[in-house]
């Protein structure tokens, strides 16, 4: 029986509180075609694993195959592991984010082949083609490496159109003890609803599965959820879909079958400000519905129009009170610094935000709220060459995915604690941008941090004001004194 190992390569900055649903889906299409297969997830929050520890982990299990996801932030570790692996000998696939916008690339660093977009109905020829059993030049959507060590792109492989065809993903192969989060020890219920989104934002590197929004039945939704809550005693679920909401039909069958099923679970979506509206919000609320991630993305009018946002400012100021009204948490996505942006571009965000604060349940200051540009993207084939960013991802001088030093301040190392993107600068701002982009950060940092009634963060508050304040007079004070309190909270992080 052939072995796979599928693998999601480290990241520096990630810690998962779930198994990525990518390899889920696709250790699940192998089994059923019986195939063993090994999940790796090297980010899991209780069990990172840097590239030495796969190089060891691979030999020692010796698969077939190895098959690893690819996302943009990640790529230099990932090439250079796979060369590394590529030197024991092993055949390498690869899929995801980056392996579908930058297919030749990925064979050109090492990989054997990449799939092109969704990976369930291609796995399986493609290992076969990899272990020599059929031609490569006869499946359909990847590229691969030919005997002349070129990159050799096959015809482009239409998308699923019956999303409930797809197997559910490898739950069994999945150790939650490897995860912890909200629900110790008991599985996380990450769903995928639908395929694909109809808006074109210039910044989206989203393309993987396509402009055509495709969707499963409420029905099949329905099954999972109820498998897992029977299983495994699930009972919080999160949607991963990019626009969940675009059908609504399918939707109210969703929450209707969730009350004839008497399914008591809660769940929370991600969704665009344009697919909703109160009576629909009212029905997900009663069905359980308790949190919803919107991209607003910016406060300033002509930012929205140039990145073809599907929403208006007026939009946001409606529909953000009205979740709340509703009783369900706004969780707020912003992205500040586009090139064409300035300081007062930039308060109107921050004006926005401080607006919506009351009915906000948390912003969120994820790498991605300064512009990342992403391959693939309308912001990045604009920008490119003005700003020098070109395959960005292959140069150290851009990598953000690692964490800040401990040498900057206490303040600094919080509020932008999911690396070093600012460093990165890929957008050249000035200094008045980048105290901006500080404020900006803060105000959503504080804003999280005022919500919790812990003592823990009124803590953290205060340390927050303490070293921003001693860092304005000195930085080598500030170090000095804040030294023991990093020390104590690696302690405690460990401890837990
Ligand atoms: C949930 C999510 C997360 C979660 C991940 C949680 C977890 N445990 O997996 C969290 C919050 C941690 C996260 C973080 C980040 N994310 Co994220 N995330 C997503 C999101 C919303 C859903 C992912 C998902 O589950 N999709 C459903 C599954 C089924 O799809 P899939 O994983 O892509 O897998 C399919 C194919 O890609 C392919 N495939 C995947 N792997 C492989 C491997 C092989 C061998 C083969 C053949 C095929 C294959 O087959 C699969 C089935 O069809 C996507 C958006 C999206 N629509 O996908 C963004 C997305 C993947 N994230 C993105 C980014 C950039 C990030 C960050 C790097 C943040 C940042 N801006 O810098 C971080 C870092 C991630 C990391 N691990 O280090 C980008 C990736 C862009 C890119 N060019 O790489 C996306 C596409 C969002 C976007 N629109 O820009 N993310
Ligand atoms: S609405 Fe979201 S998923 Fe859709 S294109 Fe815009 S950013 Fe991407």
Request: hydrophobic share 40%; net charge neutral.
């Amino acid at each position: 029986m052939p072995k796979i190992l599928l693998l999601y390569p480290p990241s520096r900055i990630q810690y998962h509180q779930s198994c990525p649903m990518g390899i889920q889906l696709l250790a699940s299409v192998l089994e059923k075609h019986g195939y063993e297969v090994i999940l790796l997830d090297a980010n899991a929050a209780k069990k990172k694993m840097d590239s030495r520890h796969i190089i060891e982990f691979a030999c020692r299990v010796k698969p077939d195959v190895i098959g690893m996801t690819l996302l943009t932030p990640m790529i230099r570790e990932a090439y250079a592991l796979a060369r590394s692996l590529k030197k024991h000998g092993f055949k390498l696939l690869a899929g995801g984010p980056h392996a579908t916008l930058m297919p030749e690339e990925t064979v050109q660093q090492g990989f054997d082949a990449a799939v092109i977009g969704e990976g369930e109905p291609v796995i399986h020829e493609a290992v076969q083609a990899l272990m020599g059993n059929i031609p490569k030049d006869q499946i359909l959507g990847w590229v691969y490496r030919d005997e002349q060590n070129n990159a050799v792109m096959t015809a482009p492989r239409p998308f699923i159109t019956d999303l409930d065809t797809v197997p559910l993903p490898a739950y069994h192969m999945v150790d939650p003890a490897l995860y912890g989060g909200r629900v110790d020890g008991v599985l996380h219920g990450n769903i995928f609803s639908s395929r694909g989104c109809t808006a074109k934002c210039s910044f989206c590197s989203g393309h993987l599965f396509g402009k055509r929004f495709r969707f499963r039945s409420a029905k099949s939704i329905l099954d999972e959820i109820e498998y897992l809550h029977t299983t495994y005693g699930t009972s919080e679920f999160h949607f991963v879909d990019d626009a969940m909401t675009l059908h609504k039909k399918r939707l109210r069958e969703f929450c209707d079958g969730l009350k004839q099923r008497n399914l008591k679970i809660g769940w929370t979506i991600m969704t665009r400000i344009d697919a909703v509206d109160e009576e629909f919000l009212t029905a997900i609320k009663e069905a359980g519905c308790s949190q919803i991630d919107y991209g607003v993305e910016s406060g300033h009018p002509v930012t929205l129009r140039k990145i073809h946002k599907p929403h208006t400012v007026d939009m946001v100021r409606k529909v953000i009170p009205m979740t709340a009204r509703v009783g369900i948490t706004s969780n707020v996505f912003f992205i500040l610094g586009f090139p064409w942006e300035d300081v007062a571009a930039m308060d109107d965000s921050l004006q926005l935000m401080k607006e919506l604060a009351p009915n906000v349940g948390s912003f969120h200051p994820a790498v991605a709220s300064i512009l990342i540009p992403f391959p693939g993207t309308e912001i990045y084939e604009q920008y490119k060459t003005e700003y020098g960013f070109e395959n960005w991802w292959l140069s150290e001088e851009k990598n953000y995915d690692t964490l800040i030093p401990e040498r900057t301040s206490y303040y600094e190392g919080k509020i932008f604690h999911l690396g070093n993107i600012l460093k990165a600068d890929f957008f050249h701002y000035s200094q008045p941008m980048k105290d901006k982009i500080y404020e900006i950060f803060e105000f959503m940092y504080m804003h999280n941090l005022s919500l919790s009634q812990s003592l823990q963060s009124r803590i953290q508050q205060r340390l927050i004001a303490v070293s921003k304040r001693l860092t304005s007079r000195s930085t080598v004070a500030e170090r000095l004194m804040f030294k023991p309190v990093w020390t104590f909270e690696h302690i405690l992080k460990a401890v837990r």
